[in-house]
């Protein structure tokens, strides 16, 4: 069963336990939903009314509009830029709730949180026009909090997001200006989707697919504030040696799975879990208390803290299956409805966190900032309890776990740099990707998903393109597959980076103190980080005077599943980004969509999508792309 569903080893150890223990995983609910809605696929249903479903038969002589007359491509562009909208409010709400955070950090009213990176703090009220010298740090704090929060506030349509403006190219700007596709606030971004695509409204799909690029620019807006001001208050991320598969469960620990997004809670578990060993031991768990993660709250605290990573999407359901895991703990986003019930068949409590995000048959601990340390304790309390109920006759803890070296933050990065040229740090990052040592930089994004085997196109793409000296940075999903694989490590640098690759790799590992080279995928955090690598191509552009769109530069979401997907995957095309997708969009139904997506983009925006769903194809491709980039440069 595993061979065909996940690349995983931990699924062929845990998927016969649920065989015989009769639960269904992710991949059998899969394979009772085969085949799968054709219109849905192209995009073609519409659900926007009540005169409706409609759907437009896209081979046949049936209906080519739907009853109130919207065609193909009306319904594909208000169906897939409503998903645009979605993910914008996900990663956007996301970022209000940790902007509202350093704002009652800033006022005192909020004892359990600090400013943890005060430096961080400054440099960033100077990319928002801030005066900090000579300020006290709640002041600054409360002056950028404000000035965040007015990015879901402003009213003015001339007038872009501070955050957008300051984390792109001049050249970049201009041109999305020129498009009319800046946001110039969050909250009336989405609201604004939402109302054109309701019935009856717009109904030119180029018009609609370009409101939904100035959503996927607000998402890009929500998720660099989110990024930047969670590293204000819990650090930013420094490279830290950690590792990643279930085998970083213990038998003889009290296990508590921290998974989600949002770092608000989960950070302070990782605090209020240090004092509270004792209370375990006491419970009978010898090793005391062991924190994993899964998904992108497992990124979060991977990257901050070395806090091993034990699972990534598709292999939430298989952490439960250990029968090892005493709580798995939830905020927001990428939670499978699933696990209530695999945690009823196990010991495991599954706690939900956020009042917006409860799942019937699970216990919900009401997560308030004001009293976030008394919740993680509440929390941390209910894991041991849990504990005690564990048959140790059903833990099953596959012996899989991978060293994994993370952390590589656009500072951590620049910091390894300044090591090699503490003048210049840029210099030897662009210095060899000019003289070839480095061909291109990918950027790996992006969810699971079961339309495709799991984390085997990840996995395969990556060896390809490092072999031909590409340097790859990673976040979300396809960090975790990179690490629960052995990819984030330095023998699979030595394994399979080039020769050239190899040698800057190492060059910057041994300058950094590693005793080696940095790892062969560089893991930037969760996915709301991707904000971190436009940073770094950002300063790459700037230092040569080029827009986004000239570098060597690509990104891949060989799994992408989710409407966050949908609204990152825009903005990166919006931003200059070639785009890979592994798996088919929900936007052929309408040929004028697909065009405009997979090549008009190019001339309009520079970035485009490319889908292909193999992977040695479609390594091939973005080498192609990115050799065509050099030219261009005349490099
Ligand atoms: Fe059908 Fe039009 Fe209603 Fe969509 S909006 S369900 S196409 S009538
Ligand atoms: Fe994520």
New binding site residues.
Partial sequence: MNQNFSLDPSASVLLPVAKKEKIDTVWDRHKAMQPQCGFGQLGIC????W????RIDPFGDGPKR???G?NADV?VARNVVRMMAAGAAAHSEHGRHVALALLGVAEGRLADYQIRDEAKLRRIAGRLGIEEAGRGSHEVARDVALLTLADFQNQDHHDPCTWIKASLTEKRLDKLAGLEVLPHNIDAVVTGIMARTN?GCDADPVNLVLGGVKGALADFNGMALATELSDVLFGTPRPVITAANLGVLKEDAVNIALHGHNPLLSDLVCEIAHTMEDEARRAGASAGINLVGVCCTGNEVLVRHGIPLAANYLSQELALLTGAVDAMVVDVQCIMPSIAELGSCFHTEIVTTMDDCKITGTRHVSFKEETGAENARQIVTLAIEAFKRRNPQRVLIPDFKETSIVGFGAEAILEALALLDAEDPLKPLLDNVVNGNIRGIALFAGCNSTNAKQDSSFVTMAKKLAAENVLLLATGCGAGAFAKHGLMNQEATLAWAGETLKGVLTAIGEAAGLGGPLPLVLHMGSCVDNSRAVQVAVALADKIGVDLDALPLVASAPEAMSEKAVAIGTWSIALGLPTHLGIMPQVTGSKVVTDLVTETAKELLGGYFLVEPDPEAAAEKLLAVIDERRRALGI
């Fill in positions: 519409c659900r926007v009314c005169k409706g479903p409609c739907g009853i109130c919207a319904i019935v």
